[in-house]
T-cell receptor, first 114, second 113 residues
Framework: KAGVTQTPRYLIKTRGQQVTLSCSPI?????VSWYQQTPGQGLQFLFE???????NKGNFPGRFSGRQFSNSRSEMNVSTLELGDSALYLC?????????????FGPGTRLTVT | AQTVTQSQPEMSVQEAETVTLSCTYD???????LFWYKQPPSRQMILVIR??????QNATENRFSVNFQKAAKSFSLKISDSQLGDAAMYFC??????????FGAGTRLTVKP
């Protein structure tokens, strides 16, 4: 079974631009979560989608948004990029999103904002 | 709010030896799950082991085992017969009814040949 895939793997953007990241979960997984990883803040939860609905959201500004499609693929969008948005963005999928189901992570998208 | 604390930013172990990584957490819930994830330099986060809070028996996966002390809210990871491929960042994680997973700051493990 294929793992979680994320595209693109690397991205360089300029301040003020917007960016869209994509995540394809493991086949059969319906929950997709997004995390931001930085050296200073560590791993921080962005949001989680289940069956095309956002179920939970972390403490991030409205510039960060996402969506999930009927095939469970998810996209994350960041508008008006700031230098502090430079990070590794990780996507994780799980079967149902319940606490008993461990999350499987993708390789991440490294975003650099200049 | 649930918090996860890893008090060891870095640890080092000799190849073939045993090392224990510490993790404590804070929660008022009784039903939750704990995980250890490994993140090697390639950056792919890999699940190492998981523990259900309602189970008293400590989880074991080959050379990896945990010491789960529910009353003390402690969840340490023991790696036996350490191998060079075990070198990575290790993250302790907590998850309850809320869908988001809380992670500790991580422990960087170095394995010396």
């Amino acid at each position: 079974k294929a793992g979680v895939t994320q595209t693109p793997r690397y991205l360089i953007k300029t301040r003020g631009q917007q960016v869209t990241l994509s995540c394809s979960p493991i086949s059969g997984h319906r929950s997709v979560s997004w995390y931001q990883q930085t050296p200073g803040q560590g791993l921080q939860f962005l949001f989680e989608y289940f069956s095309e609905t956002q179920r939970n959201k972390g403490n991030f500004p409205g510039r960060f948004s996402g969506r999930q499609f009927s095939n469970s693929r998810s996209e994350m969008n960041v508008s008006t990029l700031e230098l502090g948005d430079s990070a590794l963005y990780l996507c994780a999928s799980s079967f149902s999103g319940g606490s008993s189901y461990e999350q499987y992570f993708g390789p991440g998208t490294r975003l650099t904002v200049t | 709010a649930q918090t996860v604390t890893q008090s060891q930013p870095e640890m080092s172990v000799q190849e073939a030896e045993t090392v224990t990584l510490s993790c404590t957490y804070d929660t008022s819930e009784s039903d939750y799950y704990l995980f250890w994830y490994k993140q090697p330099p390639s950056r792919q986060m890999i699940l190492v082991i998981r523990q259900e809070a309602y189970k008293q028996q400590n989880a074991t996966e080959n050379r990896f085992s945990v010491n789960f002390q529910k009353a003390a809210k402690s969840f340490s990871l023991k790696i036996s017969d350490s191998q060079l491929g075990d070198a990575a960042m290790y993250f302790c994680a907590y998850r309850s009814a809320s869908p988001d997973m809380r992670f500790g700051a991580g422990t960087r493990l170095t394995v010396k040949p």
